[in-house]
């Protein structure tokens, strides 16, 4: 029965149609990029993130919601500061470091 549902599952995603509407998005997302790329007068998404100085905090774990308002932030993550160098959200990019006291 689950070998069924694989070869269901896997002739459905060969389709044709399916490469086509792919293809549609992929269009779709460079050219969203490219409109940051045009304009060298304002800064990127990136450059301005980057921008932000790493975030100290005495604690080993940082839950990062991205904004203090939740209507505006993203899921919660959950990072770990063990390591030396500075820890990245995955989602809104900004870094935090554990800030060591002895």
């Known amino acids: ?3 069924n ?4 599952l896997t002739t459905s995603f060969n389709r044709p149609s399916n490469s086509r509407s792919v293809s549609l ?3 779709q997302i ?5 409109k940051w790329m045009q304009d060298t007068s304002k800064k990127s ?3 301005l993130i980057n921008e932000v ?3 100290k905090l005495e604690a ?3 839950a990062c919601e991205g904004d203090t308002d939740p209507a505006l932030g993203h899921p919660i993550e959950f990072i770990c500061l063990d390591l030396k160098e500075p820890a990245v959200c995955k989602y809104c990019g900004l ?3 554990q800030d060591h006291h002895h």
Do not use: C, D, Q
């Open 1 to 3: 029965m689950a070998s």
């Open 5 to 8: 549902l694989f070869k269901a």
């Open 25 to 27: 998005v992929s269009g």
């Open 30 to 34: 460079s050219s969203h990029t490219a």
């Open 45 to 47: 998404p990136m450059e």
């Open 53 to 55: 100085p790493p975030i």
């Open 60 to 62: 080993r774990i940082v």
């Open 95 to 97: 870094r935090y470091v």
